[in-house]
């Protein structure tokens, strides 16, 4: 096995190498069950997404002009599938709009196996939704604190000014998946300190805010949630966008701790203990 699929899969590093402690117990537990947290809330938010499978922007639904939608008609001989995004329609029979439930087509927008907690349980999947989403929000502030206390946010994910003056080579660096090691693999890199930022500070609160704009009660208590967004279907489709973006940084996540590493990253969030390979080897 060659030096590269090593490194890939993490087991054991081509040269030399140091054990470092990399993460505190306080972001590991908060880690996983952030990832537990965020699987439950996108497979649970499509199956309250299916009970009516569009999207608008303003104060209403205006049915016959819906910015996304994800409908069922039937063809010649069966039902399919139509994706429709403004004036643009798209045949996506078996995936969105109309898939295959115990061999049986039926009209749905996301199919069975990406909603929980049942093919079709609108009730359950929204108390599912609400406990997780909770639990998210309890974490996230729980986190929060113990970052800022603790001086984690200002050690490790605030950018220096030495970060961002690095930042296009650390871009280059990732684009040609080349991956830091020696003193440099210690810390998040430039890169990876924006876009954990990003998501602490602009995804997690924006799909908590949009969320609770959704709910009459809160609406009741906070008007000016409505007023913020410019009504409930707008931050509906503000929501559903914050979750597939979500979904795109974990890709992207999953994708990186591969190429980087997949066991040596899965150890430094399991134990906490980092292979650091010393430079000039490979």
């Not at 880690?31 to 965020?38: D, F, K, R």
């Not at 990186?256 to 650091?276: F, H, K, Q």
């Amino acid at each position: 096995m060659g030096p590269f699929w090593r490194r890939a899969l993490g087991l054991v590093p081509a040269g030399p190498f140091t054990l470092v402690k990399r993460h505190a117990v306080v972001v590991r537990l908060s880690h996983w069950i952030n990832a537990l947290c965020l699987l439950v809330l996108l497979m649970s938010g499509l199956q309250i997404f299916n009970a009516h499978p569009a999207l608008y922007w303003g104060k209403s639904s205006d049915f016959d002009h819906p910015i996304l939608s994800m409908t069922a008609a039937y063809g010649d001989t069966e039902l399919k599938g139509v994706t429709q995004i403004g004036a643009h329609r798209f045949d996506t029979t078996g995936l969105f709009g109309a898939s295959d439930v115990e061999g049986v087509r039926t009209a749905r927008g996301f199919p069975a196996w990406a909603t929980l907690p049942g093919p079709q349980w609108l009730a359950m999947g929204r108390l599912w939704h609400f406990a997780f989403a909770w639990l998210f929000v309890i974490n996230g502030v729980l986190f929060a604190v113990w970052a800022f206390s603790r001086g984690h946010f200002k050690r490790d994910l605030l950018p220096s000014r030495a970060d961002l003056q690095h930042l296009p080579r650390v871009i280059r660096d990732h684009v040609k998946l080349k991956f830091p090691r020696g003193p440099e693999a210690r810390h998040y890199n430039a890169l990876q300190k924006l876009a954990y930022l990003a998501v602490i500070f602009g995804l997690g609160p924006l799909i908590v805010l949009t969320g609770l704009t959704m709910s009459p009660t809160m609406d009741a208590a906070f008007p000016g949630l409505l007023w913020l967004f410019g009504g409930r279907q707008t931050a509906r489709t503000i929501h559903f966008l914050c979750a597939f973006s979500f979904l795109g940084f974990f890709i992207v996540h999953l994708v990186m701790v591969v190429l980087s590493g997949s066991w040596n990253n899965l150890r430094s969030m399991i134990t906490g203990r980092y292979a650091i390979e010393e430079e000039g080897h490979d």
